[in-house]
C-alpha cells in the first residue's frame, strides 16, 4: 500500500455548468485524480463561505468551489457575487495562514470536460502539496 | 473648536422637539477616565452631557439595539427620531446602515461633532495608574489635557490617542443634520502599514501570530455586541440549527468564529475599532478587518460607510471584477 499523502478535497459545483461538465468527462471516461468529493449545489452563488471554513475544519485538505463562466449563469448573476465573495474569502484565509493551494475556484462549463480533468489535477497537486491540512480542524467527537 | 455649551443648547433644543423620542450622547463615567452612554429624554438632562477625548463609545450601535417591541392592535407604531451624536468614525457607520437599509433616514437625527481623535483607555491607564476618581479632559492644540485629582497634567496627542484616531481619515462626520462647530482639519492618512507587516510573513508565521491570538478568545461575543454593523436579528452565530460553529472554546472553534466575524464584516467594517477596545484579551480584530477593508479598497475602490447612495459592496458586482486566481 503507498503511504502518499492523498488529499481530500471538497468541490462544490454548480448544478447547471460545472456539475454537468464533470459529467462529461465521467461519460466520455475521462481519467482524473478521484480525491474529489463533490457537493453538488444550485449555483456557485449559493455556496456559503461558511461552508468552505467547515469543510476546512470537517476534514477537508483542499476546497473547490466550481461554477459557470461570467455571463453564464443560469440565474444570471449568481457566480459575479459568488467571485466578490470568495476573492475576499481567500484573502481572509491566506491572511490567518492557510496555504493558498488549499482554496481554489474556477469556471467550468458543461461541454467542459477536459477543462474540468485538468482543473481537478491541478487542485488535487495543490492540496497535495501543502499536505494535510491541521491548523484549525475540529477535534474529533467521540460520542 | 469644541464648544460643549453649544452641544449642549443643541441638545436641548433638539430633545424639546416633538418629533424626538430620545438623545444618545456621552457623559462623564463613575471612575477613571471613561465616558459613559446617555440616554436623555428631557431638557435639563443635558447638562450631564460632554463631548471629550474620553468619548470612544461608538453610539451609532444602540440605534439597532433598541427594542421592537410588538405594537398593540389599534395602536400606531412610535414614529418618533432618534437623536444621536456621532464622530467621524461614528457617522461612517450611520452611513452603513442606512446603505444597508438597517434603519431609515426619517427615523434618525444625527448631530455631527467633529472629532479630534478619542484616547485609548489602555494607553491613558499605564501613564497614569490607579486612578480612581473620574477625570475629565479635553483638547488643547497638539495635546490632551487631564484634569487629574492633584491637578491638570497635559499630554501630546500621539501618544494617548487610539490607534485608530492617528490614521483617521474621517474626522468630520460625513453624515449630519446639524453640524455642532465647525470641521477640523483631517491629519491622518492610512497606508495599512500594520496588515502589511503581517501580510509580508510565511503562512506558517501568520498562523503562528493568529493561532496564539485566537487561542486566547473566551469567546464572550463583545466584538459581536459592541459592533455596528452587528445588527442582524439571527445571527449565525446563536444558531443551532444548522450550528455552523460549535459553542466550545478551543483554537479551532475560536478561528472559525473569528474568520466568520471578520467576513460578514468584509466591504462593510468602517473601521470604528469597537471590537478591539471591548476585547477582554487584547485580541487585535482591527488587524484582521483592516486585512478586508484594504482588499476591498485595493480591488474594488470601494470605501464602506462614505456615500449614503452606494450600494452594499457584497450585493453588487461588476462584470470587470478582477478574478486572478480562478482557475
Partial sequence: MSTEFEPNVVAFLCNWCSYAGADLAGTSRTHYPSNLNVIRVMCS?????????????????GVLVSGCHPGDCHYMEGNFYARRRFTLLRELLEYVGVEPGRFNMSWVSASEGAKWKDVVGEVTKKAKEAGPFKQFRRAKINW | MVNVDKLKEIARETISRDDVKYLIGWRQGT??????PYFMSTPEEAEELIFSPLC????????????????????????????LLVKGCDSRAVVQQLVEQGISRERVLV???????????KKVEAKFPDVREAVSAVWDGDTVVFNLPGG?????????????????????????????????????SDDYVDVRELEAGSP????????????????????????????????????????????????????AFHLARAFHLAGRCIECGECERVCPVDIPLMKLNRKLTKEVRDKYAYEPGVDPEAKPLQASYRPDDKEDFIL
Avoid at chain 2, 439597532?64 to 398593540?72: F, R
Avoid at chain 2, 467633529?114 to 483607555?121: E, F, T
Fill in chain 1, 45 to 61: 452563488g449559493r455556496v456559503n463561505p461558511l461552508y468552505v471554513v467547515n469543510a476546512l475544519q470537517q476534514g477537508a485538505d
Fill in chain 2, 31 to 36: 471612575y477613571g477616565f471613561r465616558a459613559a
Fill in chain 2, 56 to 83: 470612544t463609545n461608538n453610539l451609532a450601535t444602540y440605534l439597532t439595539l433598541a427594542e421592537k417591541l410588538p405594537v398593540p392592535r389599534g395602536q400606531e407604531p412610535d414614529s418618533r427620531k432618534v437623536a
Fill in chain 2, 111 to 121: 448631530i455631527g461633532c467633529p472629532c479630534r481623535g478619542v484616547i485609548d483607555q
Fill in chain 2, 152 to 188: 491638570s497634567v497635559a499630554v501630546p496627542r500621539q501618544e494617548v490617542l487610539a490607534g485608530k484616531c492617528l490614521t483617521c481619515r474621517y474626522p468630520n462626520p460625513v453624515i449630519a443634520d446639524v453640524t455642532v462647530w465647525e470641521e477640523v482639519a483631517v491629519w491622518g
Fill in chain 2, 204 to 255: 506558517q508565521q501568520r498562523w503562528g501570530f493568529w493561532e496564539e491570538k485566537f487561542a486566547s478568545c473566551m469567546r464572550c461575543y463583545s466584538c459581536r455586541n459592541v459592533c455596528p454593523m452587528c445588527y442582524c436579528e439571527d445571527c449565525v452565530l446563536d444558531r443551532l440549527n444548522p450550528q455552523w460553529i460549535m459553542r466550545s472554546v478551543n483554537t479551532a472553534e475560536n478561528t
